[in-house]
């Protein structure tokens, strides 16, 4: 499909906004921590300063654009700023707690430095629990996997070439992604740069390092010293990490360790949120009937709690729980081991 598109990219001119957007959007702001940076500070004051509550409280999104309302349905998905951002960790080493088993790199993405800070910081804490020596290391960029999702092959390769010259610099034990979609585009970086002469054997080294977060504490023997999460839970699918990668059992497995939490599976857990990179974006009104579906099956579990794997698919499913659930809170798998810990180094103190 991505090689479809990139030949109709190809072939079929672009409008003067499709230019404006792959110029400004997946050229230049998505690889530039310092674009990034300067738009989220941006979504930062709109969020900050009551202006979102004000505006999703008036109709005057609604209003612009009716009958349909697209505009209004497109601002219930944009992230929350987390400031401080995660791009300041860049180039940092984090030690393991107790004695070191791994030397693991971490991948800190491009929209995740802004609107996943939190969730990036939980990793570097579960992974160092863990025995994990983290380090985020200076050069890395974008995946790549959004262009190459829309058919811009060629500055997908541009990224995959800068990530591997940044990872590559040291012998890892894994290098590691909490993002599906992130994870599935690294783990492809071999078949991306399969005609690239001075990069295909290291992109084939690159790939066979890279681990999502899940699957990697799901492989090794994992610390246990947890306090119970009282929280009825059920989990989502990614559908880059089920069906792209092929992991299903890790995040289960992870959440099955977690003491006082109640796991309930959802009914089609592995159909797609809607979400599906920047679908829900160019296909709104899809994607929205896609997600209320999926929510029918969240709120039939009563759980309240929604776990799953990857941030475009926590963005989509905050919104499916304002709009169509239950208000019910949606983590990261990895943001629930963190509370776990969290739980169990309270519980040490109350002890001691």
């Keep these: 499909v991505e090689a479809a598109r990139a030949q109709i990219v190809a072939a079929v001119p672009a409008t003067r906004g499709q230019r404006l957007a792959r110029r400004w959007i997946y050229e230049r702001i998505l690889p ?3 674009l990034l940076t300067a738009a989220g500070a941006l979504l930062w004051l709109y969020q900050a300063s009551g202006l979102q509550r004000l505006v999703r409280a008036s109709a005057l999104l609604k209003l612009l654009e009716w009958p349909r309302g697209r505009l ?25 707690e107790g004695v070191r088993r791994y030397r693991v790199a971490l991948l800190a993405g491009c929209v995740a430095g802004v609107a996943f800070a939190r969730l ?7 992974l160092r629990k863990n025995g994990c020596e983290v380090t985020v290391p200076d050069g890395q960029t974008c995946c790549g996997a959004l262009h190459a999702h829309a058919g811009l092959l060629e500055t997908a390769r541009k990224l995959a070439r800068r990530n591997i010259d940044a990872f590559l610099k040291e012998d890892w034990d894994a290098i590691v992604s909490n993002t599906a979609g992130c994870g599935a585009a690294l783990k492809e970086y071999h078949e991306l740069l399969a005609g690239d002469a001075e990069y295909a054997e290291k992109a084939r080294r690159f790939s066979a390092r890279v681990r999502d977060a899940t699957e990697f504490l799901a492989a090794i023997e994992l610390n246990r010293e947890m306090g119970p999460v009282d929280a009825v839970v059920t989990y989502q699918d990614s559908c880059h990490l089920a069906h792209g990668q092929g992991i299903r059992s890790a995040p289960r497995k992870l959440l099955d360790a977690v003491p006082g939490l109640t796991f309930r599976e959802m009914a089609h857990p592995d159909t797609c949120c809607g979400s599906a990179g ?4 160019v296909h709104n009104d899809m994607a929205m009937a896609i997600l209320r579906k999926k929510m029918d099956d969240v709120n039939a579990t009563g759980a309240a709690v929604v776990a799953t794997a990857n941030p475009g698919c926590m963005l989509e499913l905050r919104a499916g729980a304002r709009l169509y659930g ?18 169990g180094r309270a519980a040490g103190r109350e002890i001691q």
């Design 326 to 343: 239950r208000n019910q809170r949606v983590v990261h798998v990895i943001e629930i081991l963190d509370q776990a810990y969290a739980a």
């Design 32 to 34: 530039s921590p310092l």
């Design 120 to 126: 990036n910081e939980a990793t570097v804490r579960v």
């Design 72 to 96: 209004r349905m497109l601002e219930q998905l944009l992230p929350e700023a987390e400031a401080p951002f995660f791009f300041g960790k860049i180039g940092k080493t984090f030690p393991a």
């Design 278 to 281: 920047v679908y829900n974006v």
